[in-house]
């Protein structure tokens, strides 16, 4: 597969102690939206790269090869067929992976919807994208999603249509790029479905209405309450539907998407504990280091040496 990528807008930005891992974020583009699509090959930057993450999704294709893709605490065998979706926050590493080949696509809020900002990433996600992000039993898959043979073309015209949008640049670029980019959501999310499990039809929307306020709100102290009156429910009805539908409590999603980004944090920067607590809502060093203990079964310190 020739090498060929739209412009690179992404920017690393290093640390000062060396052991610390690159943070990938996206440099100023001016009026575009960020969004980059790349072809896979054996000498990609993503296959040189360290366990990182950043403030934006990822989707990676594979077309042929195979190997090994680290997401968060699974590791999956990756063969041709696989769809990635890595939220942001995600910590993940490619280079066991190294020679596969296909594609890589980034992209901010503002590639589906001008004006949106990072912390309304999944704002304008189809619901089951963004469901695939945040349950667990999905996400010790690591993301991944199955593109059957009878439409792994179909998916590819797309991701090449899209990449020639970004490349070329014609007339109405901007508003052609998004509508690909939307067009490969929408395939992902039918594919996804099924794989939504417990979480019935019916629920869905609403359960995807909790998870997106969480995601724009979840730096913020924020509680039930709060998140009933967002999407417009009592707090009793809330919390009865959230835990039969994801077994977890509206609380309980509150912590987990704090802890991914805790997490993120402690090994990609040399931010001390306490402003990590203090930037994810914790007022209270302490308590967020109990939280922190009891899910993770070490210190914060501690997870950041492990990790490192």
């Not at 640390?15 to 990609?44: E, K, M, N, W, Y």
Request: charge should be positive.
């Amino acid at each position: 597969m020739t090498q060929r990528s739209a412009r690179y807008v992404l920017s690393v930005a290093k640390v000062q102690r060396p052991s610390a891992l690159p943070i990938l974020s996206f440099a100023d583009v001016g009026d575009g939206p960020r969004l980059d699509v790349s072809r896979l090959t054996a000498d990609h930057p993503v296959f040189a790269h360290a366990p990182h993450g950043h403030g934006f999704f990822e989707m990676m294709y594979i077309v042929r090869g195979s190997g090994t893709h680290r997401v968060g605490a699974a590791r999956v065998p990756v063969r041709p067929g696989d769809l990635y979706v890595i939220p942001p926050g995600e910590a993940h590493d490619a280079r066991p992976m190294r020679g596969a080949e296909g594609y890589m696509v980034l992209f901010t809020a503002d590639a589906l919807r001008p004006g949106q900002s990072d912390a309304e990433a999944f704002v304008a996600l189809p619901g089951e994208v963004l469901l695939l992000s945040f349950l667990k039993p999905l996400r010790a898959l690591g993301g991944r999603i199955r593109v059957p043979p009878a439409l792994r073309g179909v998916l590819v015209g797309h991701l090449e249509a899209l990449l020639e949008e970004l490349a070329r640049r014609k007339l109405g670029w901007i508003e052609a790029a998004r509508a690909r980019l939307g067009l490969v959501l929408v395939e992902a999310a039918r594919l996804a479905a099924p794989m939504l499990g417990r979480v019935t039809a019916a629920h869905r929307p609403l359960v995807g209405d909790v998870f997106r306020f969480i995601e724009a709100r979840y730096a913020r102290p924020i509680t039930l309450v709060d998140v009933a009156r967002a999407v417009g429910k009592s707090p009793a009805y809330l919390t009865d539907v959230v835990r039969r539908e994801t077994g977890r409590t509206v609380g309980g999603w509150i912590i987990e998407r704090r802890m991914v980004e805790a997490r993120r944090r402690l090994v990609e920067t040399e931010a001390p504990v306490a402003d990590i607590a203090e930037a994810l809502g914790y007022e209270d060093e302490s308590y967020f280091a109990r939280r922190f203990r009891q899910l993770h079964g070490v210190s914060p310190s501690a997870f950041r040496a492990r990790e490192r």
